[in-house]
């Protein structure tokens, strides 16, 4: 029997439910027909390549999720080592009927605890403050980056979220740390140096928007074997699961100086002899290398600055660590609720730590049981700059600078 019902301009549709979909599938078959043979090859190629696309990467995804459950219930429940609860409560999970028999967690245990952002720019006091909490309370950090505490005899990066392979990563059972520690309670402490911070690179590549910036915040990498390959991912988990972060600022100077003995650092290890030798690891070696960079990416600086290209020297490295610290209140603004933040200057462990370590404490909400990390700056950071080029880059920063940052900065320029 021929179903019929009223359409809203009056007439009837004699196939029901089914005739927008009878329709559309009869339009695209026509027009196959009507189509030259080498066109409709191509399109039934293609339609071919999008469904295979579609079944094979939501293949992957399962074998992703499922293997990484099982491997992260075995690494915690390796005999003789701590465990965490939220692994070893079988009950807390179920397999559902259906096709994808995928884990499901209940919600009210699946987030916890909660992700605290320790947001910094490269070389700021990351891997101290991480350290000096670890160890302060016994409590894990966690980090974005996985492959950075996933040892090479390990199989997976091991999210902190059961059934989120995308993170963020749990330290505690690396092979790279003697003790492995449990994770927080309540919110753990979570390493991301977002985005405009690239080293080599132009303004096409550094300048973006706090949407870019907040996005890059939340991504990183992890090693991880779908399918017994083990291979480097990149992923990336919601902002929205962010609920608290620490801003840690260092002095612009010295946050600078510090990326180019890192970068020297890495040319050592990378034995770039004929770079080591134009760059000594001294201020007449970073003074080369602001030249180097100002030069490389004149012509870039032309199209993105025209007229009012900075005349600070290293431009390029003073831009990316303003506007990263404009992005860090803009990025969270972003956020569909409300983010505490906590500002730490690097130079308040030089001067006052005890007071600076327990209100990273307390703000995390941890509790102090074990002893304080020692704390060491470098002094000789001295004489890097020029008075003159101190002047240049404290205009420059300020000029780029949200009213916001440069209320935060001004004091590293005496004001």
């Known amino acids: 029997m021929t179903r019929r019902r009223n359409l809203p301009n009056g ?11 009878t329709s559309a599938s009869t339009s695209f078959v026509n027009g196959l027909f009507h189509m030259s043979g080498r066109t409709r090859r191509l399109m039934i190629l293609l339609a071919c ?30 005999e003789g080592n701590r465990r965490h609860e939220r692994y070893t409560g079988v009950q807390h999970y179920t397999r559902p009927k259906g096709p994808t028999g995928k884990f499901i967690l209940r919600p009210e245990n699946e987030f916890i605890p909660a992700i605290a952002w320790l947001m910094s720019f490269p070389n700021s006091g990351t891997s101290f403050t991480m350290t000096m909490v670890a160890r302060a309370s016994n409590r894990s950090f966690a980090t974005n980056y996985g492959d950075e505490v996933t040892a090479k005899d390990e199989p997976d ?6 059934r989120r392979p995308e993170g963020p990563y749990w330290s505690g059972y690396s092979g790279k740390i003697n003790t492995p520690r449990d994770l927080p309670d309540k919110y753990v402490i979570t390493k991301t140096h977002c985005g405009s911070r690239c080293i ?11 949407f870019m910036f907040l996005r890059r915040c939340s991504q990183g990498h992890a090693r991880l074997t779908p399918g017994g390959v083990r291979r480097k991912y990149d992923v990336e988990y919601p902002p929205e699961r962010v609920q608290k972060a620490i801003h ?5 100077l010295h946050n600078i100086i510090a990326r180019y003995h890192l970068e020297h650092r890495h040319a050592n290890y990378k034995n770039k002899t004929n770079w080591l030798d134009e760059h000594q690891n001294d201020a007449d070696g970073l003074q080369a290398w602001c030249k180097d960079f100002d030069k490389t ?14 005349t600070a020297i290293c431009h390029g490295e003073f831009f990316k660590w303003t506007q990263w610290h404009n992005l860090v209140h803009e990025g969270l603004a972003l956020i569909n609720h409300p983010v505490p933040l906590l500002t730490v200057y690097y130079e308040d462990y030089a001067s006052n730590f005890n007071k600076t370590a327990m209100r990273i404490l307390e703000f995390l909400e941890l509790d102090l049981v074990g002893e304080l990390r020692e704390f060491t700056a470098r002094s000789d950071y001295d004489g890097y700059f020029t008075d003159e080029q101190v002047k240049d880059i404290r205009d420059l920063i300020k000029d780029v600078a949200s009213d916001k940052t440069w209320k935060e900065v001004k004091h590293y320029f005496g004001e």
């Open 200 to 210: 080599n690179c132009g303004p096409d590549q550094y300048i973006e928007t706090p």
């Open 297 to 310: 990416y004149a012509e870039a600086d032309k199209e993105y600055f025209q007229d009012n290209i900075p």
């Open 11 to 21: 007439t009837e549709d004699q196939n029901g439910d089914d005739s927008g979909e």
């Open 157 to 162: 990066s091991l999210s902190i979220y059961p």
């Open 248 to 252: 840690l600022i260092r002095n612009p």
């Open 49 to 78: 390549m999008s469904v295979a696309f579609y079944f094979l990467n939501n293949k992957e995804q399962q074998i992703l999720d499922e293997s990484h459950y099982t491997d992260a219930r075995k690494q915690y429940l390796k």
